[in-house]
Structures are given as structure tokens and as C-alpha cells.
């Protein structure tokens, strides 16, 4: 290659101090001889961009004249023969040569971790791993022949219009001519996308389905624990504390799984995301890892924390991020309208829903609360309730087990019942006492179980009395209470 003829000036798209944009891109449009629309289209749309090689005294002349007009422009050599694609803002840019990417970066007008591609490849990587590699020889610079690759989701460069004639006292500014390429799989989710995002209403409507479904699991969890878990001994911990307490930790232990684990799934989305055709990716419109979904998860707490403000930047932010999306680089989107844009269509199409998010939150809010919640409360409450008096009358039983050993000790010995427990060898009665049971007392051989104020409204004062038959194998008992509800005694002692 002849370096004498590899020199290039580059448009950064800026303009010089002082001069007016819009009549410095003017007078560059004159002095390429272009009509505004192709000028628009070939060079404004590719900025920065890089013109064909010359040798060293047309660069500098071609770089004298644009600056002139007020604009930017660069005469560098490039050594290397090589030209890049450049992302900025969302769109393809140029190609421009390394040799100005080199100097942008040392001046700091690019960042090291900008995506470009070389030119005739087809892999998109950061600037700083691209200017790293070897140069690539290139024999002659045909750059009209070539097509930008399959872009990191972002829009092509313009097809190129046919120009004019260059007036024979115009300075020749060849700019690289290139086919619109065809995009497909997106690296990085566009801004301002027309219904590609999950916008806030909808949201709210998928965690109001999400709560829903949690909430309807523990209230059958809730239902079942009531009715299924045995009845504690009287000195274990009361149901009515233990119960609560287990349930409020497991429902706080599912929902910090059931968000991340779904989110992270093969699905990209919960239940109730699934349901309004939204999914989580990362910026790529990827599948998040576990991890990566929990951390999201955990931003949610400072979103809650702030008044819940960090939930409705998604209404305001452009991409429909909260604050812990922008924290965890997560993003809500419509699942097909990401597979469209996947497949290269752009913009991506809005798709059309039967029904308004706020609609639809609205019949979840009322549906959840106002129908289903009561009829679950109204089933598991009463079913709670009543476990939780069984489980106080059954401390009454277990205390009473000394006392029908002293009884049926003095029955078989003496033939005839204690009248009192210092007679059949037992303490007093307040002596014997649990949480809710007041004190046991014998009463001419019959048992009774006083229950005191800590025990359930239902129990305070009443009383549960076992009574002794001699018989000729032994002792039986029977159970029963003049003052309890039948439902509320241990199967035992229940009338049927």
C-alpha cells in the first residue's frame, strides 16, 4: 500500500466555536454539491464518518475547506488500512478509519468500552479490545462495496442515493457508499422504542396477579396447617403465637424465591408477567441469571423505601425502567415485540391489546379483595380459631393425667373416690396450673380443669370435669363440660 495515499478526513458531526450549525452544514452541502436530502441521508444520518483515502495534500486541502464551512473535521493517516462501525446514539455510524478512533480515544472524545465492528467482519466488540488487535492489510479501500454487519440491535446506516455530478471547481469529497444492512438479533435494547417496554399500569397489573397467587397459596397453606398440624403439648409454645409467626416467615421466604427463581427461568417472567406477554432481560434482551434476578429483587427494597417512587419512575423513565431496574441494568419488555425486534423489524410494532392495563388491574384489585379474599378469610379464620381453643382444651387433658393416676390409685385401694386432692395425695389446686388452665381440683373423685384469662374468650371461667366409674377390670373415665361448646372440646370428650 502506498501510506502517501492512505490519508482521510473525518466529519465528527461538530461544528467549529462560534459557527451556526445549520449554516455550516449548509455550506458543506454546497461545497459537496449535494442536494439537502442526500446530504442528510449520506452524511449527517453517518457522522462521525470518514472519506475515502487520499494522498496527503488533498486530505489537508479537503480538511481546510470543511473547517472553513464550521465544522469539525480531521486529516489523519490511517497506517493500518483499516475502518470501523461505530454505535452512537443508538444508530450504526460511519465507517471511520482507525486512525481517527485512535485519536478520539486518546482525547478523550470516545470511551474504551464503545461498540465497533471492523469493517468486513461481522463480531461487535469494545473499541479498546478492537484497537488491540493486529492491523488488517487492505490492498485498495473499495468501501462502496461493503456492508456493515448484523448490528448490536441498532438502525443502519441509509442506503446510499445516487449524487450529482461534482461541479469541476468543487473540492472532491468522496464519501464510502454502502447498502442498507440487515440487522438481526439486537445487543442492546433500543431507547424510545414504540411498544417494545412494559409501561407502568401494566406492570402493576402482573404483581397484582403475582400477590394474588401468593396470597391464595398461603391462605390454603394457612387453611390446611389449621386443620392438619397435631396438637401441642402444654409445654410447647401456644399455637396462636407459633402459627402466625411460621406462616409470616414462610410467606416472606417465598416471596423472595418465587420473583427471582421465575424471573430467571426460562420464562424471563412470573406468572403474572406471563399473563400480560411481558418478560425481564438484561440489556441485551437476554435471560437474567438467578443471581442477577435477586439483586433486582433486593433493589425493590429501595424502591419501597422511597415512598415507592422508585416503582413509579417506570411510568416516566424512557426505556420504563424503576429504580431498581436501573440499578440491577434489567429491563421489562413485551415478549413479542422483542422476538419481532429480534428478527430485525424496526421500529418495533406495538401490539394490540384487548384490554387497558388499568382495566385489568382494576378486576384483579376487586376480584382478589372484594370476592376471593373474603370467601378464603371466611373459611380459613373460623377453621383457625377453632384449632387454636382445641389446642388450649387439650392443655386441660394433659394436666389433668396426674390426677386420674391419684384417683384410680385411691378407687382401687379404698373402694371409694377422694373427696379433695389433699386426699388423693395431690398439691392444691392453683398448684396445678398450665398457661391457660387456672388449677385442677378433685371433687369427690371427679376432676375439674378451671381455664383463667389467658386462655381464648370462649374458654375464660368455663370448666372441663372427667368422671371416675369403678369397675370390675379397673377404672373408666368419661369427658364432658356443662359450659364449653361442643366443637371447641377434644374429640374425646365431644357429645355426637
Known amino acids: 500500500m502506498d501510506d502517501t495515499a492512505n490519508w482521510s478526513v473525518t466529519l465528527t458531526g461538530k461544528t467549529i466555536a462560534g459557527a451556526d450549525p445549520q449554516t455550516a452544514w449548509q455550506r458543506v452541502a454546497e461545497t459537496m454539491k449535494l442536494d439537502a436530502d442526500t446530504f442528510r441521508t449520506r452524511i449527517l444520518q453517518r457522522v462521525p464518518l470518514t472519506l475515502k483515502a487520499v494522498g496527503e495534500p488533498a486530505a489537508l486541502g479537503q480538511r481546510d475547506a470543511l473547517r472553513a464551512c464550521g465544522v469539525e ?33 486518546e482525547s478523550g472524545a470516545l470511551d474504551r468500552q464503545a461498540r465497533v465492528c471492523v469493517k468486513g467482519e461481522q463480531d461487535w466488540q469494545t473499541l479498546e479490545a478492537a484497537l488491540s488487535l493486529s492491523p488488517l492489510a487492505s490492498a485498495a479501500l473499495h ?6 454487519p448484523a448490528a448490536a440491535g441498532v438502525p443502519a446506516p441509509p442506503r446510499a442515493q445516487p449524487r450529482p455530478a461534482a461541479h469541476p471547481d468543487a473540492i472532491r469529497l468522496d464519501v464510502v457508499d454502502v447498502a442498507e444492512p440487515v440487522v438481526r438479533h439486537a445487543r442492546v435494547l433500543p431507547e424510545n422504542a414504540a411498544g417494545l417496554y412494559g409501561g407502568f399500569w401494566m406492570r402493576v397489573a402482573a404483581y397484582a396477579l403475582d400477590m394474588l397467587i401468593i396470597w391464595l397459596a398461603f391462605f390454603v397453606l394457612f387453611f390446611v396447617l389449621a386443620l392438619m398440624l397435631p396438637h401441642r403439648s402444654p409445654t410447647a409454645a401456644p399455637p396462636s403465637q407459633v402459627m402466625p409467626t411460621v406462616v409470616a416467615f414462610l410467606l416472606i421466604l417465598a416471596t423472595w424465591l418465587y420473583f427471582p427463581l421465575w424471573e430467571s427461568s426460562a420464562k424471563q417472567a412470573t406468572p403474572g408477567k406471563q399473563a400480560l406477554g411481558l418478560r425481564v432481560t438484561d440489556e441485551n434482551g437476554n435471560r437474567l441469571g438467578f443471581w442477577h434476578a435477586f439483586g433486582r429483587f433486593l ?33 421489562v419488555v413485551r415478549g413479542q415485540v422483542l422476538e419481532a425486534w429480534e428478527q430485525g423489524e424496526h421500529p418495533p410494532g406495538r401490539p394490540t391489546t384487548p384490554m387497558p392495563a388499568w ?128 366443637q371447641y372440646l377434644p374429640l374425646a370428650c365431644q357429645t355426637h
Open 73 to 105: 473535521a480531521f486529516a489523519l493517516t490511517n497506517p493500518g488500512g483499516r475502518y470501523l462501525w461505530l454505535q452512537q446514539q443508538g444508530e450504526v455510524r460511519g465507517p471511520v478509519s482507525e486512525g481517527y478512533l485512535r485519536q478520539a480515544l
Open 143 to 148: 468501501l462502496e462495496e461493503d456492508t456493515p
Open 299 to 331: 433493589g425493590k427494597i429501595v424502591s419501597g423505601l422511597i415512598l415507592y417512587v422508585g416503582y413509579m419512575m417506570a411510568g416516566w423513565t424512557s426505556r420504563k425502567q424503576g429504580l431498581h431496574d436501573l440499578m440491577a441494568g434489567t429491563f
Open 359 to 486: 382495566a385489568i388491574v382494576l378486576i384483579v384489585l376487586g376480584a382478589g379483595f372484594f370476592l376471593i379474599v373474603p370467601i378464603m378469610a371466611a373459611i380459613a379464620i373460623p377453621a383457625y380459631q377453632s384449632y387454636v381453643v382445641r389446642a388450649q382444651t387439650m392443655e386441660a387433658v394433659a394436666l389433668t393425667q396426674s390426677a386420674k393416676i391419684a384417683v384410680t390409685n385411691y378407687l382401687l385401694t379404698n373402694g371409694t373416690p377422694p373427696a379433695d386432692n389433699a386426699q388423693a395425695g395431690l398439691g392444691s389446686p392453683e398448684q396445678v396450673h398450665g398457661r391457660y388452665v387456672s388449677s385442677v381440683s378433685i371433687v369427690d373423685g371427679t376432676i375439674v380443669a378451671s381455664f383463667g384469662d389467658q386462655a381464648a374468650t370462649v374458654l375464660h371461667d368455663k370448666h372441663l370435669t372427667l368422671t371416675p366409674a369403678l369397675q370390675a377390670h379397673g377404672v373408666s373415665w368419661s369427658c364432658a363440660s356443662e359450659d364449653i361448646p361442643n
